[in-house]
């Protein structure tokens, strides 16, 4: 009978620093794993890819507005010039 093997998501530190090669190929083959020191989580270790991911620079709404299609179909917003109502306090 074959056993099936559960994949670890937790790493105790000194077993991380020991089997780092392991815990590197568990990384790329099932996404991050965390790593435990005094039974607390301090770190994950995730791949490369997911890395860059979080450097990709977020746009801001100007450059979201400038990519949009929209914009480059000579789309025109007008603001509108309505003040409100006036009201008696």
């Known amino acids: 009978m074959m056993r099936k093997m559960h994949r ?6 000194q077993e991380a620093k020991a089997r780092f090669s392991e815990l590197v190929n ?3 083959k099932d996404g991050y794993q965390t ?4 039974g ?5 270790l995730i ?8 450097k990709k620079p977020k746009n801001n709404l100007g450059d979201f ?3 949009s299609p929209l914009f480059k179909n000579d789309f025109e917003i007008e ?8 009201i008696d306090l």
């Open 79 to 86: 603001r509108v010039k309505d003040f409100g109502r006036d």
């Open 40 to 44: 607390h989580p301090v770190a994950v």
């Open 47 to 54: 791949s490369l890819e997911e890395f860059e991911k979080f």
């Open 26 to 28: 568990e990384v790329m």
């Open 8 to 13: 670890r998501r937790t790493w105790q530190l």
């Open 65 to 67: 507005l400038l990519d």
């Open 35 to 38: 790593i435990t020191k005094n």
